[in-house]
C-alpha cells in the first residue's frame, strides 16, 4: 500500500469511527482492526503494529476524556498521538548551527537518491540563511559530479569535485577545507552509493568519516523499499555511527509506512523528508505534522511555512485596490501564479484541516485542470480585456476560447467566477475581517 493509500485507509477508519452515534468496545475495536489492516498493508513492522494496537484500544477504553471532548474526539486524539508516538513525537531541528563550518556527510544504497538529496539540503539551508555548498565524492558512477553541478546551478549551490580523480576521500578532504576557508557554514558531502554487503565500499565510508570528521553521518533511505530500510540503516549504523536520516522519493508511490517505522528502531532521528522531484520538494520531519496529514487532520503551519518560503507578498497598493472591489483579471492571474508556487494543489489541500475528507481525488484534478484552462484564458485576453472584463462580448469571448484552447463556456465560467471574486473581497473591506492580515502581507495600514 502507497503512503497515499495508507493516508486514505487510515482516514476512512477514522470517518466511520465519526458517523457512529456513541462509542463502545465494539466500535474501539473495529477501529483497531482497521488500523492494523491498512498499517501491515504499507509494510509497517507487525511487532510495532500490535504494540501500537495495543496501546490504542488501552487508552481508548480506560482514559476518561476531558472535559468538554466527547468519547469520539478521545478517541480520535489517542490515534493520532499513538502514531506521532511511533514516529518520533519531536518535530526535526535544522542539523547545523549558524556562524561555524557544519559537515553533513551522506551515505546510502546506489539508487536511493542521495545525490539529489544533498543539493536539496543545500537548497533548504541555503534558503534559511545559511551560506551552503556540496562537496561530490561519489567517483563510481558516471556523470555524478555533472549531475549535481547541473542540479545546483539551478539554485545557485556551489559545488566542489574532480572528474579525473579516483580518490574520494582525497576529493573530500580538498572540498570541505576549501569551503570551510571560504565560510561556508553547511557543507553536503555525497559519497558513492554502496551496498551493506560491499566491505571495500564500506571501510572507504569509514575513510572519509576519517579524514573530513563530519559533524554528522546522513543516511539516505528510499521511501519505496519499505522494511528493508530497517536492514540497511543498521548495516550502515555499525560502520560510522549515523547521526540521523533522511526518507528520499516519500512522495504518492512510496510504502513510506515500513520506511518510517523501521529506521526509527535504529535510534538515528529522522530529519528530513524528501516528498517529489523538485530541488525544493524537502522538509523537516514533523511526527505530529505528518500524522496530522495521514489522518486528514490537514498541516496549516505548513502550508503558512510554504507560503512564506514561496514569498507571496501582496503590494500595499493592490491590496488595496482589490479590497476596494478594483480587482483585474491580471491580478487574478497573479494570484494564481503565486498559488502555484506552493507546488501542485493536491499537495496544498491535503495541509488544509478537513479537507482531505471532503475532497475526491477527481475533484482535486478537475481543480488543477481548471489552473491551467484559466491562465491560458487570460493570457489570450488583451490587455483591455483584462482590466475591464466587462466589453467581452460574444464576438471577443469567442475569440479568446479559440486562442487558449477551450471553449466559450469555459471563458464565460471564468469571468463569472471573477466577478465573485470581486464582490468578496470588496465585502471583506466592509466586515474589516482580513485588515490585519493583510496589512502584514501588504507591509502597512490599509486604507479604512
Given at each position: ?96 548551527k549558524p556562524g561555524r563550518p ?25 534558503k534559511r540563511g545559511f551560506k ?161 496529514r495521514l489522518l486528514g487532520m ?151
Amino acid at each position: 500500500m502507497t503512503l497515499e493509500k495508507l493516508g486514505a485507509s487510515l482516514q476512512q477508519s477514522i470517518k466511520k469511527l465519526l458517523r457512529l452515534t456513541s462509542v463502545d468496545e465494539k466500535a474501539v475495536k473495529e477501529l483497531v482492526r482497521d488500523l492494523q489492516r491498512a498499517l501491515l498493508q504499507s509494510d509497517v513492522n507487525v511487532n510495532l503494529v500490535l504494540e501500537l494496537s495495543k496501546r490504542i484500544q488501552s487508552r481508548a477504553l480506560e482514559e476518561e476524556p476531558p472535559p468538554g471532548i466527547s468519547r469520539k474526539e478521545h478517541v480520535v486524539k489517542v490515534v493520532y498521538d499513538e502514531l506521532a508516538k511511533l514516529l518520533g513525537e519531536k518535530p526535526a531541528k535544522i542539523p547545523v548551527k549558524p556562524g561555524r563550518p557544519n559537515v553533513i556527510m551522506l551515505v546510502g544504497i546506489q539508487g536511493s537518491g542521495k545525490t539529489t538529496t544533498a543539493v536539496k539540503i543545500a537548497s533548504f539551508l541555503a534558503k534559511r540563511g545559511f551560506k551552503a555548498a556540496v562537496v561530490c565524492a561519489d567517483t563510481y558512477r558516471p556523470g555524478a559530479l555533472a549531475q549535481v553541478k547541473q542540479l545546483a546551478s539551478q539554485v545557485h549551490i556551489p559545488v566542489y569535485g574532480n572528474e579525473t580523480s579516483k580518490k574520494p576521500v582525497e576529493i573530500a578532504l580538498k572540498g570541505v577545507e576549501k569551503f570551510k576557508q571560504g565560510g561556508y557554514e553547511a557543507i553536503v558531502v555525497d559519497t558513492a552509493g554502496r551496498h551493506k554487503d560491499e566491505r571495500s565500499l564500506i571501510k572507504e565510508m569509514k575513510q572519509i568519516w576519517d579524514a573530513v570528521k563530519p559533524d554528522q553521518v546522513m543516511m539516505v533511505i528510499d521511501g519505496t523499499i519499505g522494511q528493508q530500510a530497517g536492514v540497511q540503516a543498521k548495516a550502515f549504523h555499525e560502520a560510522t555511527p549515523l547521526g540521523s536520516i533522511t526518507v528520499a522519493k516519500l512522495d504518492g508511490s512510496a510504502r513510506g509506512g515500513g520506511a518510517l517505522s523501521a529506521v526509527a528502531a535504529v535510534g538515528a532521528p529522522i530529519v528530513f523528508l524528501g516528498t517529489g522531484e523538485k530541488i525544493e520538494d524537502l522538509e523537516l520531519f514533523d511526527p505530529v505534522r505528518f500524522v496530522g496529514r495521514l489522518l486528514g487532520m490537514g498541516d496549516l503551519q505548513g502550508l503558512l511555512e510554504k507560503v512564506k518560503e514561496a514569498e507571496i507578498v501582496v503590494p500595499q497598493k493592490k491590496a488595496r485596490d482589490i479590497l476596494s472591489g478594483r480587482m483585474t483579471l491580471e491580478d487574478l492571474l497573479d494570484q494564481m501564479e503565486s498559488v502555484r508556487k506552493l507546488g501542485p494543489l493536491s499537495k496544498i489541500l491535503r495541509m488544509v484541516p478537513g479537507l482531505s475528507f471532503e475532497l475526491p481525488e477527481e475533484a482535486v484534478r478537475l481543480g488543477e485542470e481548471k489552473f491551467k484552462a484559466w491562465k491560458a484564458i487570460i493570457q489570450s485576453m488583451t490587455p483591455e480585456e483584462r482590466t475591464n472584463p466587462k466589453i467581452l462580448n460574444s464576438s471577443r469571448i469567442r475569440r479568446v476560447a479559440r486562442g487558449s484552447g477551450t471553449s466559450e463556456k469555459d471563458v464565460r465560467e471564468l469571468i463569472r467566477q471573477f466577478e465573485t471574486f470581486r464582490k468578496l473581497a470588496k465585502s471583506l473591506k466592509r466586515k474589516a475581517l482580513p485588515f490585519k492580515r493583510l496589512e502584514r502581507m501588504a507591509g502597512g495600514k490599509l486604507p479604512t
